[in-house]
């Protein structure tokens, strides 16, 4: 036996999942229906939590990182989605700039890049680099290694904003593609860009997205499938709150938040009774605008609000780029009860799945051997691995055992797929002004 | 060492196969370009010959069995191209009916079927299969062994035709796809639909198609791909003739047959003169609407023609179903020196290429240890064992070199992809009337 996941759904999700496999034909149809109301995502990671009796999107990435995490065979479908995606949006593009993070010392982050430049040239697209960041002055070769393993490389060039368009040195691109969310704000060279395609729209960067509005919209979408498919929501759907004008510094919005946490609390804490689930509740406070793991803590009692102590303060008041938090998101807390079994260890598990367009092409685990099970994984510093999905999610497996692992990554493919959808609607309607 | 196949380009060939591998975003931007002038086949499968200094598809089949025959790691491509394909077409489509060839006793055929099936269902339909076959009176259930090596299950009931519209006991589908060419001509159900969608169109039945149209198609679509790279087109571009009204039986219309065969043959020659190619011409004689390997011939000398004798005469008089042959294609003939060499035995190996939509998922190779590498590998009772194809055609390797095995099945992907183009020109502008 190597290295096995080790978890198993109870309760009603398991029922779930049963119906999720068996009538996976409709699903599909459904899905179907649901993505033609609104424009998929060009491109988008969805963090999953498995809680065993809960699985749960808690993270919807529309400039998604970590390609480099995907599998070898995952690549054929990944280049074939995006092709799709390139056919509806702007058949007619071949040069394309692509918009990186400023973190360009960032190891892995050079190699997801990397891997994108490379999937990108594959669908059928000249991929030309070009930085934002002001310190990047003349082009820079960048050596990394492929998901094959093969070492490739590729140029960062700094940026010219000439005629309604940004461009490179001898290269004209027709499409920009962000892989940047923009949190500290949008560059005003690309507020100007009157005469080229940006993909996604910059009313995607977290200049603009709320986690609040997302959910909100994840939450009509869940409600929706688990109406046709006959489920409770709330086995895919988490709670949430939302507290506006926050400052943790000064302590201003405290009681909003103390009294949104315990409410969310005493929720949770009913449905678990309800379910007889013997686990304690918590919440997950976030930064609503926020990205990259920052600005988050986990909370299981409100009176830990105003315990804070100044450098837990410090911590929640700032995301990315020195960005100052004002809105919070408070969220049911999903267990990870996934773990993966290597040897003599145990590590926490979850699972990111990758959707291009409405396609879900792969996905990983973020492995974790330090964290708790109702910590957050995507903070600064941790110590992942990642674990390739030993198959993909596109279909699920002949036998109609839910605990297969093909069944389940179908499961999760389905549930990035609905996140997927919120993505869409929210964007398409959302409230924040655009650009 | 393990198996492999034995074979390297050269000459101009080798060169053009370096050009599209060096610039495959500009060919992948005008095979998109190109795609988006006509709608592609909802699928196809296309034969390719490799001579080494010519590489040639040489057959394109609009109703392609052979899905068993696609590797484990095909898969996900291939639902997800269905997917996109039925999303374009009709997006609304629940309830599917699958009607199959008649010869629902060859194993091959009832695999290839049942992995048609699960492929289909996978995509989001609700698949049943129900037959033409006047013998199919009550539903019978088949047993397969998919791709994966797992044995299932599906089943063939008999057809009903009310109002406009063909039906299953119980069952009422919005779409009907075909897998059966309908070479003798299409039955008067089908006709009559009027309320149902059919896919792939009743005018790609070789009841309406013929392969001088096709190839008429091929030759200016390859002109115009090797205009745009910069190559001779004859390097991947058959030449033909094209005789109609021949009766083999009753000798009517040889003279014309054995003026195109000698012209052909010298055009050939001239050829292979120039390219310095030392080998002898021959050109393959096949019926213009045939399919199925009935009713091909391959001539070394015109003077063959009038020595065919009474057997060599029946064969080539009908095809499949008793059809009988008037109409003839002389095809150029491409030699097939790619080699399957297996521990002590070489055998020729045919490349065939799924293109589903405009996308390349995946492809075998026809493996035959006893025939001639100047026959046609396609025929009636042959011995042939697939191989799939080991990795994915959908893009290049990172490595420019030509002869490796990634860069060479993206090659034939990209070759298969311009059949594909021809027939979806073939179609949409077919002078044969449509039913």
Known sequence: MGPQL?????GELLDLEKLIIEKSASVEHWLRDSFNQNTPP????????????????????LFPAGFNNLGEKDMAC?????????????????????????HTRNKFYLENLGNLFSILSNAGLTVRVGSIDPLVTKTVGVNYRNISGEDSCF?????????????????????????ND?????????????????????????AFRRKSYHFAKYDQVSKEFCKFIGADDWLIN???????????????????????????LKKIKKKYNDSEIRKKPFVVVKADAGTYGMGIMTIRDASEIKNLNRKQ???????????????????EGVYSFETFVDSETESVAEPVVYVVDRYVVGGFYRVHSEKGLDENLNSPGMQFYPLPFENGCQFPALSNDPNSTTNRLYFYGVLARLAAIAASKETSNSPQSPV
């Not at 988490?238 to 969310?264: A, R, W, Y």
């Not at 303060?313 to 969220?331: F, H, P």
């Open 182 to 206: 923009f949190s500290s704000g949008i560059p005003n060279d690309l507020k100007k860009i009157n005469n080229q395609i940006i993909i996604p729209s910059l009313r995607d960067c977290w």
């Open 78 to 102: 990944t280049v074939q989605a995006f092709m799709t995606s390139i056919e509806k949006r702007c058949p007619d593009v071949e040069n394309v700039l692509l918009i990186p993070e400023k």
């Open 313 to 331: 303060r410090n911590k929640m008041s700032k995301i990315k780029e020195g960005v100052e938090v004002s809105d919070v998101l408070i969220q």
């Open 6 to 10: 080790n978890v198993s759904l109870c």
């Open 238 to 264: 988490p709670m949430f709150e939302h507290c506006k004008k926050i400052n943790f510094k000064n302590k201003q919005g405290e009681s909003c938040l103390t009294d949104h946490v315990s409410d969310l």
């Open 42 to 61: 060009f491109y988008c990671s969805v963090d999953l939590r498995n809680a065993c009796f809960k699985i749960a999107p808690i993270d919807t990435n």
């Open 155 to 179: 140029e960062i060039s700094p940026l010219i904003f000439r005629d309604g368009k940004l461009k490179l040195k001898n290269f004209d691109p027709d499409l920009v593609i962000l892989n």
